[in-house]
């Protein structure tokens, strides 16, 4: 038996290789997280005399999830870990993997911000967030080109203890706290930039995802929002009158992105419009919501930055008045 390809120490779910095994009889296939077998299989060897573990890593990601951020720093604890993958009873390998959804062109070990884009516009009263995959010692580091041309740098955040994925408070507010009296146009946390638009908007409604890596980060549509009423509530007759016995009403909001000012922009959305977990801010709280439909389009040849459109409901039916 001859193991011909492994993962390897770190690892992106979706990007993590294949299992190949070079034998002329069965084996068996085991994987442990946290002390315990998650995965046992017997695997015959095909006409090449191979066995091969396909899609390894979305089995492994189904074991990580990541968590909305509670403060200015959270340390995502459950969006990483040691997998260890055993043949028959005796430990191969071990592969420090982190969580992502699709695949990538990122480096496992040093993947840099973990979002689909480096270039944001932000917009001051907005939230943001950025998380990096760093080690004990790493930092994260912030500059700013004021409004007279000025760069200034400083620290963010210095991570402490065990390595793993840190989710960080990036917003506008945030970074001015650090260059008391500042005024700028652009800022760098890491290697993801903020561009600052200050346009004066009628409204901005602000939303949160969980991205591709199960990060929290945020878009802002300054578009319009509709709300289109309905109605799922079951009624019955009583005394010959028919009413209302459970009341479940069903609205659902239709929101325009507004100006989009990068081509960035549009794998921003692109992951927001396909998130799996996606949030509201409304005077202050977060609430769960349901994404319903969208008319995301990119031309990739032409340079015209089209707005998005997207429907949404809320997730509990019971937030349906707080709009």
């Not at 002390?35 to 299989?41: A, K, N, R, W």
């Not at 949160?208 to 929002?225: H, K, Q, Y």
Request: charged share 20%.
């Amino acid at each position: 038996m001859n193991v011909i390809q492994r993962p390897g120490a770190v690892e992106l779910a979706a990007d993590m290789p294949d299992y190949i095994i070079d034998t002329d009889s069965t084996i068996t296939f085991a994987v442990q997280f946290n002390g315990q077998t998650i995965l046992s299989e017997e695997y015959v060897p095909d006409a090449a005399y191979q066995v091969r573990v396909r899609k390894l890593g979305r089995f492994c990601a189904k074991a990580l999830w990541g968590l909305w951020p509670t403060g200015r720093t959270l340390f995502q604890q459950k969006l990483s870990g040691t997998f260890s993958f055993l043949i028959n009873g005796v430990k191969d390998a071990d592969s420090y993997v982190l969580f992502s959804r699709f695949a990538s062109k990122k480096t496992a070990d040093s993947p840099g911000v973990l979002s689909t884009i480096q270039d944001k516009i932000s917009r001051p009263g907005s939230y943001e967030y950025v998380s990096f995959f760093l080690s004990s010692g790493q930092k994260i580091d912030v500059t700013i080109s004021d409004v007279n041309g000025e760069v200034s740098s400083g620290t963010l955040y210095t991570h402490a203890g065990e390595r793993g994925i840190c989710t960080l408070d990036a917003s506008y507010s945030r970074i001015q706290e650090l260059f008391p009296g500042k005024e700028f146009y652009s800022y760098s946390v890491g290697n993801m930039t903020f561009h600052v638009d200050r346009t004066s908007y009628t409204e901005k409604f602000v939303f949160r995802f969980l991205n591709m890596f199960d990060v929290p980060e945020t878009v802002c549509a300054v578009g319009s929002m509709v709300l289109k009423g309905s109605d799922d509530s079951e009624t019955g007759y009583m005394w010959g009158i028919e009413r209302k016995f459970v009341v479940n009403p069903s609205d659902e909001y239709t929101v325009n992105s507004g100006a989009i000012l990068l081509q960035a922009d549009y794998k921003l959305w692109h992951d927001f419009v396909g998130a799996q977990q996606v949030q509201i801010l409304v005077d202050g709280t977060w609430y769960d919501i349901v994404i319903t439909a969208n008319n995301f389009e990119r031309d990739f040849r032409k340079n015209v930055l089209k707005t998005v459109e997207f429907s949404f409901r809320f997730a509990d039916p019971d937030n349906n008045r707080v709009l």
